[in-house]
């Protein structure tokens, strides 16, 4: 799988694996106006669709970002930012919206890392580790504690170090 991390600026370009394009547009909440994080999708042929909660917002990076993750459907794509994650096609569709246990209240603690196994790409975060095959379809979905440490993957587990430096493994 191709990760990629994109920088939401003035002009930022999505590029899906089968080429097609689609520019983003990130809006972030307004003082005493519209309190919702939106990134917009727009396609070339003008159609836009609207990621609700889609971005890292910057309180851990120097800029807001996603992260583009791309399997092997070549028209989709799973963006991975925000409180939610959504899988796209260059069809201009939502193809499906994951749910994470990741909050506004908690931004500042956000954290993101990627690791790859034969159960599929582990999506490692402050609150979780979701679990994608190479299709982009969600196969596991557990809650961690923020300081819980990924270790790896075993025997269909995910191994877990707690601050105490005990080991503990997690189905997925």
Request: proline share 4%.
């Amino acid at each position: 799988m191709k990760i990629t991390e994109v920088e939401l600026t003035d002009s930022s370009i999505l590029v899906f694996p089968d080429g097609a394009t689609a520019e983003l547009r990130y809006s972030a909440p307004q003082w005493g106006g519209d309190k919702r994080e939106v990134l917009r999708v727009q396609f070339p042929t003008a159609n836009e669709i609207e990621l609700d909660d889609a971005v890292d917002n910057g309180e851990t990076t120097d800029y807001p970002r996603i992260h583009s993750i791309a399997g092997s459907p070549r028209e989709s794509l799973l963006l991975f930012g925000g409180p939610m994650a959504y899988t796209i096609s260059s069809g201009e569709q939502i193809i499906e919206r994951i749910g994470l246990f990741r909050t506004w209240d908690c931004a500042e603690y956000w954290s993101t890392e990627f690791a790859e196994s034969s159960e599929g790409l582990m999506i490692v975060y402050e609150a979780g580790v979701l679990v994608v095959n190479q299709c982009l379809t969600p196969i596991g979905h557990i809650k961690k504690r923020f300081n819980d440490v990924y270790r790896g993957i075993h025997d269909g587990k995910v191994v877990l170090t707690d601050d105490a430096g005990r080991c503990f493994e997690t189905s997925i």
